[in-house]
């Protein structure tokens, strides 16, 4: 039960989340990461109706760039293969902007205004309806709501002594997430005394623990059953939405293993 799994926050923010989640298998946190990258839908332009283009670009150019332009997706609004109709009419000289989009639903909107399309000059003009359709990733690339999306062991450090006076000084690199357990060896940070059990991103000592436990011989270990989730959307679902769309996939595909089992 998802209750029984232990959620920690590093860092949160609309479109980008760290996180650690505890007492889950390598298997489960790989299954989180596919489905967020393949089996969250998201709207993206798939048909695109030239009404006039005048530019020096060719219609099929201006197509893909279209439907690389991230759209806000609401969840659970609309089911696979639904479209929403969206138009653009710009006149040169002028940018075409990702912002002049105009949707038929007022609900979807593009996820940034000032991706660029097409520079047209004077006299030039791009006139288009165009149809976005929910789909996912699994089908096509530009439905992927998570752009980057990965994870790690979360890891701790132990010292093991003191270094030798005729230690080379190289810095030992680690990147992700620690969880501080040697909180009287570790140089203050910030504001404070680190503490055992601080969930400590690595950029805060420059991703070098001779920075953080300066003098001393440390080992480097994996905390079982605990992982660290680095999440950035393109915009169409907040990191939040993504982690929890893809977790209720996994969800609905357990409960349909087990209802086919069951026949």
Do not use: C
């Not at 920690?8 to 889950?24: G, K, L, T």
């Not at 940018?95 to 004077?122: E, F, M």
């Not at 005729?166 to 140089?187: K, M, S, T």
């Not at 000592?205 to 300066?214: A, G, S």
């Amino acid at each position: 039960m998802m209750s029984e799994y232990e959620v920690q926050f590093v860092e949160r923010s609309e479109r980008n989340a760290r996180f650690v989640v505890r007492s889950v298998t390598p298997a489960f946190a790989n299954g989180i990461r596919r489905a967020m990258i393949a089996d969250v839908p998201t709207l993206s332009i798939d048909t695109v109706r030239f009404i006039e283009n005048s530019s020096v670009m060719f219609d099929e150019q201006i197509g893909l760039r279209l439907g690389l332009v991230p759209l806000k997706t609401p969840p659970n609004e609309f089911e696979i293969g639904d479209e929403v109709t969206l138009s653009l009419d710009v006149s040169g000289p002028e940018t075409a902007y990702s912002g002049d989009l105009v949707p038929g639903d007022g609900s979807v909107t593009v996820a940034d205004d000032n991706i660029p399309i097409i520079d047209l000059k004077d006299g030039q003009r791009l006139e288009i309806e165009a149809d976005a359709v929910l789909d996912v990733g699994n089908e096509h690339a530009k439905h992927q709501g998570g752009v980057a999306v990965g994870y790690r062991h979360l890891q701790t450090v132990e010292v093991v002594g003191e270094k030798s006076e005729f230690d080379d000084g190289e810095p030992h690199i680690l990147r992700g997430v620690l969880e501080e357990q040697e909180a009287e060896h570790a140089a203050e940070t910030g504001d404070g005394t680190p503490e055992n059990g601080d969930l400590v991103p690595t950029g805060e000592f420059e991703n070098d623990l001779t920075n953080r436990y300066p003098g001393k011989e440390v080992t480097v270990k994996d905390v079982p059953d605990a992982f660290v989730f680095d999440v950035e959307t393109d915009g169409s679902l907040t990191a939040d939405e993504l982690v929890e769309l893809a977790a209720n996939t996994l969800g609905s595909r357990a409960n349909e293993l087990k209802d086919a089992v069951a026949l």
